[in-house]
Every structure is written in C-alpha cells, then in structure tokens.
C-alpha cells in the first residue's frame, strides 16, 4: 500500500488486520516504518515483497512521483488501484499508458454505497426526467476541502447525464443571473463547514413530489472498505481500466 503512514492508509491497515480474506504485506512511505506490523519502503521500485495488487492512497501534488508509480507497476506487472485525486493531464497520460499493461482501477468515490447510487441514479434519471423532474445535487464537506464542487457530486450528475444522452448542462451559481431554472440543467451546489466527511443529495423535483437520493459519509472507513474490495476484485485482472462499477457489478 503506497501511502501507509497517512491518515487513509492508516485506516486501510486497521481494516484490513480484521479481514481474513486480505492481508497488507507492505507499506510504501517516505516518512518510514512507523508502528506498521508490516515492513515499509521509501518508494515501490526498492519493495522486494511479492503482492498481488498496489492501492495508492498518496498525494497527486507531486507529478513526477505519480508518473514514476505507473511505471513501476508496469515493470513489476502490478495491477493498481488509485484512489488519489486530483491528477494532471500529464499524470493522467501516465495512468491510461499504464492501463494498457496492468489492471488499473481509479474512481472518484471509492464507496460503496456511493457508486451503488451512481447505478441507482440512471435508472431513475431515465423515468423521471422524462416525466418533468428538475435535477438538483446539494453536496457538504469539511471547512478544509479546496474544490467545489466535490468530484462525487460531478460523478453523480454525470451518471443522471449518461442516462439522458449528455442533454443536460450543469450550473453552479444562480446569483449573477436573474432568470427561470431551465428544464435541462442540472444544479450543483456546495457547502463547506466543520468536519462534514462527505454528504450527497440529488433531488429530483416534479409536480407534486419531490424524490431524494441521498448519501452518507460518517468516517472515511467507508473509502478504505471500498479500496480493499476493490483490490480484491482487481488482483489478477488482465490489464484494462476499471471503476468501482465493475466491482459491485
């Protein structure tokens, strides 16, 4: 596991010590060993245990650091799932590259319950925007998140899109103009404060009634429990690249 000593992969080892069906065989951070029952290494090219899968839970700021990873797992034939964000275009060229020799698994939300409503979403997004449903998406975080809107709630609004062919445009702000909501767009809204981990609803609004979907987060276990299924399911893959969808099927 790239990452092991931050606050995520901390959670990931703590979840996987009560799973008999994983085990974490190495750490990969540059801060060191820490209190990891298992041996740690300052990057994944110096690791000479056999694993079956990386889940990289480590920070995209460092570009070349990113790029290295992926050819690293591709020298070892690794498949990888990459649960960091907020990749550049030059990143993200090194991650489809690698995908085309190992398994690859990125996802904007790792939970599971989050990427079963993104299924759920486009059902319902095909009976109800027909119908005349407007589309709205209200997502809170935590004071100290820096973008808005959050990655899950485009993800979400790209799943009611999928369903409708691309028709829908999103709109961020209603301040600066002073018109009616048009039928196809889809709101998105963001608040920001305390330690919100993730909140998500995705309203749809007709005639009448009013149907919310809505979503969760009360620790960020549920992202580590979605990364360890997801190395689960990617161990022994063909090489390619996967979401989250493919895990819960």
């Known amino acids: 596991m790239r ?5 995520m992969g901390q959670i990931i080892s703590g979840i996987a010590a009560d799973d008999d069906s994983v085990e974490i065989v190495a750490g ?34 460092v ?43 990125r996802s904007a939300n790792m939970s599971l319950g989050i990427n079963v409503l993104l299924k759920l979403l486009k059902e319902a997004a095909g009976v109800l925007a027909p119908a005349g449903f407007d589309i709205e998406i209200v ?7 820096l973008d808005a809107p959050s990655g899950t709630a485009l993800a979400l609004a790209d799943s009611v899109n999928d369903a409708m062919d691309g028709a829908y445009e999103y709109v961020y702000d209603r301040s600066q103009v002073r018109q009616k909501r048009e039928k196809k767009e889809i709101g998105i809204s963001a608040v920001r404060g305390g330690t919100i981990v993730g909140d998500h609803d995705v309203i749809f609004a007709g005639p009448d009634e009013v149907i919310t979907f809505s979503h969760r987060a009360y620790s960020r276990a549920v992202f580590g429990k979605g990364a360890l299924e997801a190395a689960k399911f990617l161990a022994g893959k063909p090489a390619g ?9």
Do not use: W
């Open 28 to 61: 990969v951070d540059i801060t060191g060993q820490g209190q990891n029952a298992y041996p740690v290494f300052a990057n994944l090219k110096d690791c000479d245990v056999e694993a079956d899968v990386v889940i990289d839970f480590s920070n995209a700021s």
């Open 139 to 145: 997502e809170k975080h935590h004071n100290q998140k």
């Open 3 to 7: 990452g092991c000593n931050g606050r």
């Open 63 to 105: 570009v070349q650091e990113m790029i290295e990873l992926m050819e690293t797992c591709m020298q070892k034939g690794l498949p990888i799932v990459l649960c960091t964000t907020g990749l550049n275009e030059e990143q993200l060229y090194a991650v489809n590259e690698a995908s085309k020799h190992v398994a690859v698994m």
């Open 241 to 249: 690249m996967y979401d989250m969808s493919d895990v819960i099927g």
